[in-house]
């Protein structure tokens, strides 16, 4: 037997991976391991994966396989936040940057993740108490966003308990690294390696003379203060609405290492996925020859 003894399914909660499913399923028939899947995902499609608790699911499973895209990877990487359980990211959609194969690739992945030949890449995650005490976490981003027909975010930024700087945006993201290629990026924040462990907090659409991200070690807290000009703001965590904020509440986030483990077969690099998906194709100016560049260099300026 491999290194799989019993695998996890989390499923997208619209599009139907009912074939993808099946190649699982023969997958570990053929290799004497079980499939287990949440109640509210395998009870509405037809196979023959065993319903468990998401406690049950994350105990269990020797592997998870998130079907779906990258939301499906983040809610499976939020389900097992704290677990050294590995996450395989099949993509039934448009390319992603958490996802590993596409479908036709699934039964060989599985196969050379049976055999060990593969490496797994810790990713972290930022976590908050919100005021009425519930603990939140997220692998992209913490966003407090302005609610429509409230004013604007202001928002003074704390560090080492001291205030830093003041913000007033739309909104102000607290991201991590895999984060900074989601709403940190749309609003203007760098890319940053998913293997660097870094906080960034960055304002979208900033309305203040000081419009710049702030990049922080993750052994940094970040303490948000809503100020006394504040809007209404929603909490929004990996871009789902938790709850909401109002003038003078606060929150402190908080980075939490190697929450997650994201398997690798080594088919592309960050780099390769960041350039497809972002369209990033660099400065036309930046490769185009000028008369100064054909000029002799014996001639001098």
């Known amino acids: 037997m491999g290194l799989i003894g019993s695998i996890g399914l989390i499923l997208h909660p619209r599009r139907n991976p009912g074939p993808v499913i099946d190649s699982v399923v023969q997958w570990a028939r053929k290799n004497e391991a079980e499939v287990l899947g949440l109640p509210d995902e395998v009870g509405r499609i037809d196979c023959s ?3 468990v608790s998401a406690e049950a ?3 269990r499973a020797g592997l998870i396989v998130s079907l779906g895209g990258d939301g499906t990877m983040l809610r499976s990487m939020r389900l097992l936040s704290g677990s050294p359980t590995p996450v395989l ?3 039934l959609g448009r390319l992603g940057f958490l996802a590993e194969v596409d479908v036709d690739e699934l039964p060989s992945a599985l196969d050379r993740i049976d055999g060990g030949q593969f490496t797994t890449e810790a990713r ?6 919100l005021p009425d005490g519930r603990e939140v976490r997220a692998f992209n981003d913490i966003a407090l966003v302005r609610v429509p027909g409230s004013g604007m975010a202001a928002i003074a930024i704390r560090l080492q308990g001291d205030e830093f700087i003041r913000y007033s945006a739309d909104a102000v993201v607290v991201s991590t690294s895999t984060g900074s290629t989601a709403y940190s990026f749309a609003a203007g924040g760098p890319i940053l390696s998913p293997r660097v462990e ?5 304002p979208a659409s900033a309305h203040s003379s000081f419009d710049r ?9 970040v303490t948000l203060e809503l100020l006394p000009t504040t809007g209404r703001l929603a909490v929004e965590v990996d871009g789902e609405v938790v709850g909401y904020l109002d003038a003078d509440d606060q929150i402190t986030v908080t980075a939490c ?8 077969l080594g088919g592309t690099t960050f780099y390769q996925r960041a350039r497809r998906k972002l369209g990033i194709k660099g400065s036309v100016e930046a490769g185009r020859r000028t008369s100064h560049d054909h000029a002799d260099p014996s001639t001098g300026p």
């Open 124 to 129: 972290m995650a930022v976590r908050t108490r």
């Open 89 to 91: 990211g099949v993509n």
């Open 198 to 202: 870094a906080i960034l907090v960055v």
């Open 49 to 51: 994966a065993v319903s």
């Open 257 to 264: 290492p190697a929450a997650a483990h994201v398997v690798r």
């Open 213 to 221: 991200a702030l990049v922080l070690p993750a052994d940094e807290d």
């Open 57 to 59: 699911l994350v105990a």
